[in-house]
T-cell receptor, first 115, second 110 residues
Framework: AQSVTQLGSHVSVSEGALVLLRCNYSSSVPPYLFWYVQYPNQGLQLLLKYTSAATLVKGINGFEAEFKKSETSFHLTKPSAHMSDAAEYFCAVTLVTGTASKLTFGTGTRLQVTL | DAGVTQSPTHLIKTRGQQVTLRCSPISGHKSVSWYQQVLGQGPQFIFQYYEKEERGRGNFPDRFSARQFPNYSSELNVNALLLGDSALYLC?????????FGQGTRLTVV
């Protein structure tokens, strides 16, 4: 069975500072990994995905993540935080993408951006 | 193109009642999945349907059921509601890639 662990339920950064949200996965086979963002009272929006192509994945809104097999990690980064980045971020894993894509989510990291 | 649409957006039910939630996938998407998100937690997988067949079921009691229609829309039914069923219910659709989520239905059981 696959799982993800998100370290840090709350992360606070200053506007303009580096954003680093941590995600470690556990999977017996090469996984597909995703980051989703959730704004208050809304659904989930896909930020980026890793599907065994390039290990450095670029997503929307300036976010990127790097798949590191040796560290079983898929951390999300953004060079410069903006106030609009304040939201809940979820890392998710699945073993098969597409028609059998049951996603297993982490517990989420709430990002706060301060002036 | 319209994204994944869910209805209703909010509803309040009494313990013991039954509820039906609806989901329309992105046009062309044949797979629909349902997730339950309790406040403060990540979404939990409930069901997945593809071409009207159940392809996966999460660890939820038999009070939860779902179906998919020929136009690929889907319904999630929950019987004998409990207070603990209060949550945001998310529907996601996919074709051959990642899942795209709707805005969710906020269910409150009182």
């Amino acid at each position: 069975a696959q799982s993800v662990t998100q370290l840090g339920s709350h992360v606070s950064v200053s506007e303009g500072a580096l954003v680093l949200l941590r995600c470690n996965y556990s999977s017996s086979v090469p996984p597909y990994l995703f980051w989703y963002v959730q704004y208050p009272n809304q659904g989930l929006q896909l930020l980026l995905k890793y599907t065994s192509a390039a290990t450095l994945v670029k997503g929307i809104n300036g976010f990127e993540a790097e798949f590191k097999k040796s560290e079983t990690s898929f951390h999300l980064t953004k060079p410069s935080a903006h106030m609009s980045d304040a939201a809940e971020y979820f890392c998710a894993v699945t073993l098969v993408t597409g028609t059998a894509s049951k996603l297993t989510f982490g517990t989420g990291t709430r990002l706060q951006v301060t002036l | 193109d319209a994204g994944v649409t869910q209805s209703p957006t909010h509803l309040i039910k009494t313990r013991g009642q039954q509820v039906t939630l609806r989901c329309s996938p992105i046009s062309g998407h044949k797979s629909v999945s349902w997730y339950q998100q309790v406040l403060g937690q990540g979404p939990q997988f409930i069901f997945q349907y593809y071409e009207k067949e159940e392809r996966g079921r999460g660890n939820f009691p038999d009070r939860f059921s779902a179906r998919q229609f020929p136009n690929y829309s889907s319904e999630l039914n929950v019987n004998a509601l409990l207070l603990g069923d209060s949550a945001l219910y998310l529907c996601a659709s996919s074709l051959s890639g990642p899942a795209f989520f709707g805005q969710g239905t906020r269910l409150t059981v009182v």
